[in-house]
């Protein structure tokens, strides 16, 4: 039994040991699952409600002044999540990358500042053109996300889906819209420490479909160098994500 409290982790994290809010998460995640899935019978929904939970639970953990409360503040957290996420019907892929930072971090700095701007057109401009990649019923349901703005029972009317099968079918597009940066932007930079890459895109024009995108991801599977790149750009693209993101109006 671990027998350092709650306070001692907070602590640590808050003086920068990183390793500490992974204890945190794994002490304490798995009662907010439990809970998460009572509210919630779309697993796929949960673990994304619990990424974001832990994600506001690191920006604000500071703010939280009696360390003894942490769980009721968990709790507090979850419900509020889950309430968002009912509340919007679905949680959409484009709100990743456009206006809809949660409402916590709002406060963080200001968003409507310059940075916040560049980086915003920037993730704006990356996404559309990793969804290049995607295939044509992905591009589709993206586009009736972000171009239409329509959710829940409206988007599943136009697929021509049930609203339950919504959520998976969203899912899986996020997926692949990953696998799609993933390739782009390892396309982007790659070529110049893998030969192999290079040779793929030999003639390449620069824009993917979901042929290029295929062998591209293929090859990132198998090769350990372009693997790196591709966690590198992860890290580079959680970052620019980390400013706050506000649409210019
Ligand atoms: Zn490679």
Known sequence: MDATTDADLIAAYLAGDHGAFTKIYKRHSPILRRTARLKLYDKHACDDILQDVFFIVAKKLHDLHDPERLPQWLQQILVR?????????????????????????ADVCDPHSEGALVAYEELKELLKSAAEGLGERDRMILSLLVDHGLEG??????????PKDLHSLVHRMREQLQ????????????????????????????????????RIVYHIEVCPICEMVRTQQR??????????SAPPR
């Open 81 to 105: 999540e889950v309430y968002r996420y009912n509340a919007k019907g679905l949680r959409l892929v484009a709100t990743d990358f456009q206006s809809d930072s949660p409402s916590d971090q």
């Open 235 to 244: 890290i580079a693209i959680a970052d620019l994500r980390a400013r706050p």
């Open 179 to 214: 696998k799609c940066l993933d390739a782009y932007c390892v396309a982007q930079v790659g070529r110049r420490s893998c030969p192999e890459l290079a040779e793929i895109l030999f003639r390449w024009s620069g824009r993917l479909d979901v042929q290029i995108r295929k």
């Open 153 to 162: 029972n409206d988007l599943a009317s136009d697929l021509e889906v049930l």
